[in-house]
């Protein structure tokens, strides 16, 4: 079995990003820029499904600038065995990166294609259900177990009241929750040998794929800020604070 | 102009998720309708026609939607989304599964859990885990959204009564996907995103059984139990109490942290609490610097004083 998986190169979970004098956007001039960390889990099912014998073949792609060959690059050194990066300036919004990885499924036939659940820069949660939904596929999304048999799969999902497991049919998309697995580091020999590895370009437009944005950021500002209060000595001033001045027991 | 708003319920009540997005739709204005997909889910119908400004309840009940899949939703909202120039759901597990599946078959771009609403097609989210704040404007002819439940006041949930239509949901099952089972947390608190005081458990915990300390403060206060990643992935409690980016957002009016560090994506979860309190004994961790009351001290120390002070 084949299986896609995506990932994007994003401010890094570490940086605590600022937000632009001019209101324009986030600060992403000299920040460090990582692999979206819930796509690096995407990364290490798939591999671990090639390790169990359950795949054969992991492609991974990415839609971003020239720079997401990092990104990719990252992700063979993991152990997918191919890259193909959709290479645009734009900034691409879910239903965009949903109709590129719909014309990329097309080509590559996956049986499956594993995405993260959210991006930790936009915080969209929707790029996963979007394609499954363009391809007319079953999804099951805040995975936090996948057990593959006999052309289906059963997914665990993560959800509010606790975990659910849903069956689908092949082909399918899955999206990654944190629990799904804990990601290797890349080996040294690893990332020299990723270097080899074949990394295949296009653009959207070679896609036929329209990526005009459908909404438009006016600003993006700071939210309001805490400041740190004070501080109690014990635990009965604390109490005492609770009830008298704050009056919330 | 109509609303539609997607109910979240478990066949017998309507959740309270639904009644915050419907004060989201109050905002945007126009008619408000509200679609009930479930089985056996009657309740949950006349539940939603009661709601203040609720005009008319679309009901799709059928034995194949009790565990409703992204799938089966999304193709029955797809059905009936003539009309409507905004469909909302909350932002909730339920809401995310099946809401951009329905924005990629209506060809527009989704807008996930928003936190104020500008104008009918100007809306207000958070993006990198709440340290920006972005106003974003929709050119879809219709806006598919998801609400932030925090954001909003709840509508009353009696003063309506508006019609109940049934919609015939059986040619929008999917076999594609079948629910199979769930396991659900059992507990008598009250839910992490409803409460008004929530005590939450981070690594510094140290084991499940240690839990105990916080579960009995919980009883005393009558509040929720949350955690961090760090205390989930450690098996110390289910994956259904992470409070943060990724996991749930709440902002009760008390909200303690015990020994939790305060890492950005937990902040992102509940900053917005009215009143923090944070309990760790290292003087320097950063939920010190958003906490309205700190004590610095040996949690194994100071939860036990706490439960027979309170
Ligand atoms: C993609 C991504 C998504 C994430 N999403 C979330 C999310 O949704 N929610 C979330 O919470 N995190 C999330 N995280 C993880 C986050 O970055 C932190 O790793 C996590 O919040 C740390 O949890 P913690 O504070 O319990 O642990 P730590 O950072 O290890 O802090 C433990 C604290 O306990 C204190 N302590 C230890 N022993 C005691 C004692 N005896 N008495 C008093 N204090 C003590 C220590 O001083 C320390 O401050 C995410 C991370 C990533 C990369
Ligand atoms: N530009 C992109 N390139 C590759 N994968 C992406 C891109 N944008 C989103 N994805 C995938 O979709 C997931 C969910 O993203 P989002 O819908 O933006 O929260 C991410 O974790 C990625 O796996």
Excluded at chain 1, 41 to 60: D, S
Excluded at chain 2, 2 to 18: D, K, P, W
Excluded at chain 2, 28 to 46: E, K
Aim: aromatic share 4%; charged share 25%.
């Amino acid at each position: 079995m084949k299986i896609l998986v995506t990932v994007k190169r994003v401010v890094d979970y570490n940086v605590k990003v600022r937000v632009k004098d001019d209101n324009s956007g986030v600060e992403t001039a000299n920040v460090k820029m990582s692999m979206n960390p819930f796509c690096e889990i995407a990364v290490e099912e798939a591999v671990r499904l090639k390790e169990k014998g359950v795949a054969t073949e992991i492609v991974v792609a990415s839609i971003g600038p020239a720079q997401a060959q990092e990104t990719l690059r990252t992700a063979l050194a993991l152990g997918a065995d191919r890259a193909v990066l959709v290479k645009t300036e734009e900034n691409v919004e879910p239903l965009g990166v949903a109709k590129i990885l719909k014309e990329v499924v097309t080509k590559e036939s996956p049986d499956m294609v594993i995405m993260g659940k959210q991006s930790i820069d936009g915080d969209n949660n929707q790029s996963g259900q979007m394609l499954a939904a363009l391809m007319d596929w079953p999804q099951g999304t805040f995975a936090s177990e996948v057990n593959v048999a006999d052309g289906k799969i059963a997914v665990t999902r993560e959800i509010d009241g606790g975990l659910e497991t849903v069956g689908l049919t092949l082909p399918a998309v899955v999206t990654t929750d944190l629990r799904l697995n804990e990601p290797r580091f890349a080996s040294l020999p690893n990332i020299m040998k990723a270097k080899r590895k074949p990394l295949e370009e296009m653009s959207p437009e070679d896609l036929g794929v329209d990526i005009a944005p459908r909404t438009q950021t006016l600003k993006v500002e700071a939210p309001a800020q805490r400041t740190a209060g004070i501080k109690v000595e014990t635990v009965a001033e604390l109490v005492e604070k609770l009830k008298n001045e704050a009056k919330v027991i | 102009m109509a609303i539609l708003v997607i109910a979240e319920h478990n066949n017998e009540a309507l959740g309270a998720s639904t009644l915050a997005t419907l004060a989201a739709a109050q905002k945007i204005g126009a008619d408000v309708h509200v679609l009930v997909a479930g089985s056996g889910s009657q309740s949950v119908a006349d539940a939603a026609a009661a709601c203040e400004g609720v005009v008319k309840v679309l009901h799709a009940d059928n034995a194949d939607l009790e565990h409703a899949t992204a799938e089966s939703l999304a193709s029955i909202v797809k059905a009936n989304a003539e009309g409507y120039t905004h469909i909302l759901a909350p932002a909730s597990t339920y809401g995310k599964n099946f809401m951009p599946r329905i924005g990629a078959l209506l060809d527009v771009q989704p807008i996930s859990d928003i936190v104020s609403v500008e104008d009918e097609n100007t809306f207000k989210r958070p993006i990198y885990a709440g340290n920006a704040i972005a106003t974003v404007q929709s050119n879809d002819p219709v806006k598919v959204i998801t609400v932030r439940g925090t954001a909003f006041d709840a509508v009353a949930a009696t003063g309506g009564s508006a019609e109940i239509a049934s919609v015939d949901a059986s040619g929008n099952i999917s076999e594609k996907s079948k629910f199979e089972s769930q396991e659900l947390t059992k507990s008598e608190r009250p839910e992490l995103t409803a409460a008004k005081v929530i005590i939450s458990g981070g690594r510094g915990m140290g084991s499940g059984e240690n839990f105990q300390m916080i579960e009995e403060i919980a009883d005393k206060l009558g509040a929720a139990v949350g955690a961090s990643r760090a205390a989930v992935d450690a098996g110390f409690v289910p994956n259904d109490y992470q409070v943060g980016q990724t996991g749930k957002i709440v902002a009760p009016e008390l909200y303690i942290a015990v020994g939790i560090s305060g890492a950005i994506q937990h902040l992102a979860g509940m900053k917005d609490s009215k009143v923090i309190v944070a309990i760790n004994k290292d003087e320097e961790a950063p939920i010190f610097q958003i906490a309205d009351y700190g004590l610095v001290a040996d949690l194994f120390k100071v939860l036990p004083e706490l439960k027979e002070a309170l």
